[in-house]
């Protein structure tokens, strides 16, 4: 890439995709600039699998050794009826899938992954509090307007800007996302209030018609996560900070195992959000705007993949920019979406059944994938 020009690429939204990508693009020699509608970056309550294949991503942003310090290490994914306790598939992590994946599993707080990612990226590279009202194409790239008042130009744009994007809706036109009239409860609270009680390493405990997932998100089990899905219709806010009733939870789960009870009846908040995924797209590039992460492929959470399908997209698209100039962009663009398409189609079809773990799995085109090293489209 020539010094005297390197590509001034716009992110639109600073979550997990969004920095990673500015991460990525950064160390590739580009000029990033993400922006974020929030007014500042704040700690939800929630927990986050980090697969073997995000992981090899996040080594190569140099952030493996802090995730290690601050994250769990489990030695599986134990998947349990929910009544007797039977053990229905074990998906074995620790030394064996990093042995055999070449990078760990781990569990984490959701905003020690984001801070994590956040560090990798300098503060003036994000602009908080511009929220997107447009985007045009010109002859020289794109231009933005934000709600602030505030317009920028930039050789591409990026929309990293989850599921009810503004730039996919631009590029698209706009829809509602498909409503599974299922609810997510989770929390994350303080171990001690279990009084000692080992709840295992991560265990997704299977219902008829629900289940609940749990796992510590601190290397010394000082905070416990859990998470359901559960049959709920109607409630449709899409709030990541809206509160749930922790009795609603509690009746929900009454004839579950002990170990499900106990957890639950030591939890003292929940947060509730509806459970939405959207079709796998045909396209995500238009031009030089292109859509990342959640923008273009959301899915249901039965596969632990969201956040890892978008830092795998960052990875795949700093690719397929670097060397690139400003005539060479489209293509770029749409060797990325080439790349990606199969995978997180795949990915969202396979998540939506939710049969993941319930029964002997194939888990090597999941955890085996790395980013850095996959074969780019032709």
């Given at each position: 890439?020539?010094?005297?020009?390197?590509?001034?690429?716009?992110?639109?939204?600073?979550?997990?995709?969004?920095?990673?990508?500015?991460?990525?693009?950064?160390?590739?020699?580009?000029?990033?600039?993400?922006?974020?509608?929030?007014?500042?970056?704040?700690?939800?309550?929630?927990?986050?699998?980090?697969?073997?294949?995000?992981?090899?991503?996040?080594?190569?942003?140099?952030?493996?050794?802090?995730?290690?310090?601050e994250t769990f290490y489990p030695r599986s994914?134990?998947?349990?009826?929910?009544?007797?306790?039977?053990?229905?598939?074990?998906?074995?992590?620790?030394?064996?899938?990093?042995?055999?994946?070449?990078?760990?599993?781990?569990?984490?707080?959701?905003?020690?992954?984001?801070?994590?990612?956040?560090?990798?990226?300098?503060?003036?590279?994000?602009?908080?509090?511009?929220?997107?009202?447009?985007?045009?194409?010109?002859?020289?790239?794109?231009?933005?307007?934000?709600?602030?008042?505030?317009?920028?130009?930039?050789?591409?744009?990026?929309?990293?800007?989850?599921?009810?994007?503004?730039?996919?809706?631009?590029?698209?036109?706009?829809?509602?996302?498909?409503?599974?009239?299922?609810?997510?409860?989770?929390?994350?609270?303080?171990?001690?209030?279990?009084?000692?009680?080992?709840?295992?390493?991560?265990?997704?405990?299977?219902?008829?018609?629900?289940?609940?997932?749990?796992?510590?998100?601190?290397?010394?089990?000082?905070?416990?996560?859990?998470?359901?899905?559960?049959?709920?219709?109607?409630?449709?806010?899409?709030?990541?900070?809206?509160?749930?009733?922790?009795?609603?939870?509690?009746?929900?789960?009454?004839?579950?195992?002990?170990?499900?009870?106990?957890?639950?009846?030591?939890?003292?908040?929940?947060?509730?959000?509806?459970?939405?995924?959207?079709?796998?797209?045909?396209?995500?590039?238009?031009?030089?705007?292109?859509?990342?992460?959640?923008?273009?492929?959301?899915?249901?959470?039965?596969?632990?993949?969201?956040?890892?399908?978008?830092?795998?997209?960052?990875?795949?698209?700093?690719?397929?920019?670097?060397?690139?100039?400003?005539?060479?962009?489209?293509?770029?663009?749409?060797?990325?979406?080439?790349?990606?398409?199969?995978?997180?189609?795949?990915?969202?079809?396979?998540?939506?059944q939710n049969v993941w773990g319930?029964?002997?799995?194939?888990?090597?085109?999941?955890?085996?994938?790395?980013?850095?090293?996959?074969?780019?489209?032709?």
């Open positions: 890439m020539s010094a005297k020009h390197p590509l001034n690429i716009a992110i639109i939204g600073a979550g997990m995709g969004g920095l990673a990508l500015a991460a990525a693009l950064r160390n590739a020699g580009m000029e990033p600039t993400v922006y974020e509608q929030a007014k500042q970056f704040t700690r939800l309550g929630a927990g986050i699998q980090i697969g073997c294949n995000a992981m090899h991503v996040l080594r190569g942003l140099g952030l493996e050794k802090r995730l290690r310090d994914w134990n998947n349990r009826d929910w009544r007797t306790g039977e053990v229905l598939f074990d998906i074995l992590f620790g030394r064996e899938a990093e042995e055999k994946y070449g990078a760990p599993y781990l569990l984490a707080h959701r905003g020690d992954l984001h801070e994590a990612l956040a560090s990798a990226v300098p503060d003036e590279l994000v602009r908080l509090d511009h929220r997107l009202t447009g985007i045009e194409q010109t002859a020289n790239g794109v231009r933005l307007t934000f709600a602030n008042g505030h317009t920028a130009e930039a050789d591409a744009a990026i929309g990293a800007d989850g599921v009810n994007s503004v730039v996919r809706a631009a590029l698209f036109g706009d829809d509602d996302p498909n409503f599974l009239d299922r609810i997510a409860y989770r929390t994350v609270f303080p171990a001690r209030l279990l009084d000692g009680f080992d709840i295992g390493d991560c265990t997704k405990w299977w219902g008829e018609d629900r289940h609940i997932v749990m796992y510590p998100v601190k290397a010394d089990r000082s905070e416990v996560y859990f998470v359901t899905s559960q049959p709920e219709p109607g409630f449709r806010l899409e709030s990541w900070s809206a509160e749930g009733d922790v009795k609603v939870v509690r009746a929900a789960f009454e004839s579950f195992h002990p170990t499900v009870r106990r957890v639950l009846e030591a939890c003292p908040a929940v947060h509730r959000r509806p459970l939405v995924d959207r079709e796998p797209l045909e396209r995500w590039v238009e031009g030089n705007v292109a859509l990342l992460g959640d923008a273009c492929h959301p899915m249901t959470p039965y596969m632990a993949q969201g956040a890892a399908m978008a830092i795998e997209d960052a990875a795949i698209l700093s690719r397929c920019l670097d060397g690139t100039d400003r005539d060479g962009v489209s293509a770029a663009l749409k060797r990325y979406e080439a790349t990606r398409l199969e995978r997180a189609a795949r990915m969202q079809l396979t998540s939506r319930k029964g002997v799995t194939d888990t090597d085109w999941v955890y085996g994938y790395n980013a850095w090293t996959t074969p780019l489209a032709g």
